[in-house]
């Protein structure tokens, strides 16, 4: 019980931290950037995350399901994750450039 509670304290300390760090820049960035320069750095921020929903596959929580079943070949399966993820990360970047380059407006 004490393993599962440090743990458990670690994870939720450090998702505390992130989000406090993000937060943050979030802040600098948006006094940095003005109006335009933030609206521009949005517009790129949710054309990237709709992407990496495709680069991502929603593989994390099946990879962190069979490593906890198969503790074994836990490194085989992070080795195919790996791959797979490189291939899905390229598919993905390849659907930002085609975007880019069909719908771009400052042509």
Known sequence: MKKILKNWSFLTASDVVM???GFLVLIKL???L???GYGTF???LAISSIFAVIANFGMSQVIIREVARNVL???QILIKAIKIRFFS????????????NLFSVDR
């Open 34 to 36: 003005k109006p335009e």
């Open 89 to 100: 990360a390229t598919f993905s970047i390849l659907g930002i450039l085609i975007y880019f």
């Open 42 to 44: 949005s517009v790129v």
């Open 30 to 32: 948006a006094r940095e």
């Open 73 to 75: 070949i836990g490194e």
């Open 19 to 21: 989000q406090l760090v």
